[in-house]
């Protein structure tokens, strides 16, 4: 079955840290991927995608993923932590053999100590 | 501004009482779907729309129904609910992108 592998479930750092999540998906057809952030008490929200082209993409708040094909990973990384990054961290495949149907990684706790 | 409205946010209930949550959408997307959010397993998918009067199931269906009447909104129903349907319930639409907005949450918990 397709599935979506997040190795991390809870990651502290302290600030300045750079931070490296890892996310890996068994889908052997065409996909796209997100990463969608969490923070404490509030809904989901998009921090990057990824459909074609470069495979190294740009986020907001200075994040970036780079999508490895011959891995089948889409790595989380930011060079310097900061106390706000604090949230969960979910890894995201679209299935398009299933209607476009978006499956979730567990989900990364990212704690980050001023 | 385009959101994803839901309510209640918070909800106490006990087993059995079946209770409703609404789910709303200003932006004219066709697809809506609803997640529940457990400690260690992601988000899960309950049940997708494509669109107006068409539904399927997700991954746990179980003990949950929807409806789609309209094209905004997306009632998630609890017919009788069970202390093992205590999470956090998400509704979410999608665009023609592929890319899923998400409401604000509802924290459900059944005694």
């Known amino acids: 079955a397709q599935s979506v592998s997040q190795h991390n479930h809870h990651v502290i750092l302290s600030e300045a840290a750079s931070l490296e999540l890892g996310c890996n998906y068994s889908y052997g057809g065409t996909v796209n991927l997100f990463w969608y952030v969490q923070y404490p008490g509030q809904h989901l929200q998009l921090l990057l995608k990824y459909f074609s082209g470069d495979p190294l993409v740009k986020g907001i708040k200075g994040f970036e993923a780079e999508f490895i094909k011959s891995k089948f990973s889409f790595n989380l990384r930011k060079p310097s932590v900061q106390w706000s990054d604090t949230a969960e961290y979910f890894c995201?495949?679209?299935?398009?053999?299933?209607?476009?149907?978006?499956?979730f990684g567990q989900g990364t706790e990212l704690s980050v100590k001023p | 501004e385009a959101q994803v409205t839901q309510n209640p946010r918070y909800l106490i209930t006990v087993t059995g009482k079946k209770l409703t949550v609404t789910c709303s959408q200003n932006m004219n997307h066709e697809y809506m779907s609803w997640y529940r959010q457990d400690p260690g397993l992601g988000l899960r998918q309950i049940y997708y729309?494509?669109?107006?009067?068409?539904?399927d199931k997700g991954d746990v269906p179980e003990g949950y129904k929807v409806s789609r009447k309209e094209k905004r909104n997306f009632p998630l129903i609890l017919e009788s609910p069970s202390p093992n349907q205590t999470s956090l319930y998400f509704c979410a639409s999608r665009g023609t992108d592929y890319e899923q907005y998400f409401g604000p949450g509802t924290r459900l918990t059944v005694t």
């Open positions: 995201a495949v679209i299935l398009y053999n299933q209607g476009g149907k978006l499956i």
């Open positions: 729309s494509m669109n107006v009067e068409v539904t």
